[in-house]
């Protein structure tokens, strides 16, 4: 059972880089067909789908936050990260890691969040 531990800043000043990790136990981030990715949930708002890195190594983002936006991975750690450039107050939500692994369905596997908070 893949399981995920988000870790980071809780609090992050306007125009700087939120740096989060997610640890992942009980797989390897290079099996196949998983998608490695990153969703968050602003206060009051629904689930916003940031974008993944999969057992590839390959990006993919949202169009949205595209340009201030970058996943990447440390094979040797068996860890995935997240970079967010130029924040604002707007970007302050529980950010989730996510884990996707499609074969004939879908199985889905969380980690618990971690609130970022962008405030001066």
């Known amino acids: 059972q893949v399981q995920l531990q988000e870790s980071g800043p809780g609090l992050v000043k306007p125009s700087q880089t939120l740096s989060l990790t997610c640890t992942v136990s009980?797989?390897?981030?290079?099996?196949?067909?998983?998608?490695w990715g990153w969703i968050r949930q602003p206060p009051g708002k629904g689930l916003e789908w940031m974008g993944v890195?999969?057992?590839?190594?390959?990006?993919i983002y949202s169009p949205s936050l595209k340009s201030r936006t970058s996943i990447s991975r440390d094979t040797s750690k068996n860890h995935v990260s997240l970079r967010l450039s130029s924040v604002t107050p707007e970007d302050t939500a529980v950010y989730y890691c996510?884990?996707?692994?499609?074969?004939?369905?879908?199985?889905?596997?969380w980690g618990q969040g971690t609130q970022v908070t962008v405030s001066s």
């Open positions: 996510n884990a996707a692994l499609t074969l004939l369905k879908t199985t889905n596997y």
């Open positions: 009980g797989g390897s981030i290079t099996t196949k067909y998983y998608h």
């Open positions: 890195i999969t057992y590839e190594g390959i990006n």
